[in-house]
């Protein structure tokens, strides 16, 4: 059985909420642009950043344990999920990707 890249507490996710009546792939994409927006105008102060999706956020050092504060409580506002601490120690929530499908609550 494949894991889902973190634990989030979840409600129940619609597609409509991002995708305004889209597919999941739609879902995702607005997700993924908004997260990415969010970390370079809010965390990193640097609209020119280059990220993708794949871009490691915490391994890589571009993210440090402030950083990494402001995106959860983000997350958890933005998208009403409840993010597990440990799923970020452990780096299994460590791009834009990863946390889209925990968000999504979708393993790909």
Not at 87 to 106: M, P, S, Y
């Amino acid at each position: 059985m494949a894991r889902t890249p973190c634990r989030a507490r979840r409600r129940h996710y619609t597609t409509e909420e991002h995708g305004r009546g889209g597919t999941l792939s739609d879902a995702r994409q607005a997700i993924r642009s908004e997260l990415i927006r969010y970390l370079r105008d809010e965390v990193l102060h640097d609209p020119d950043e280059t990220l993708d999706p794949s871009t490691p956020l915490l391994t890589s050092g571009l993210l440090d344990s402030f950083n990494l504060v402001q995106l959860v409580m983000f997350v958890e506002d933005r998208f009403a999920v409840r993010l597990d601490d440990a799923e970020f120690e452990h780096a299994r929530v460590d791009t834009v990707e990863q946390l889209t499908q925990c968000i999504v609550g979708t393993d790909g």
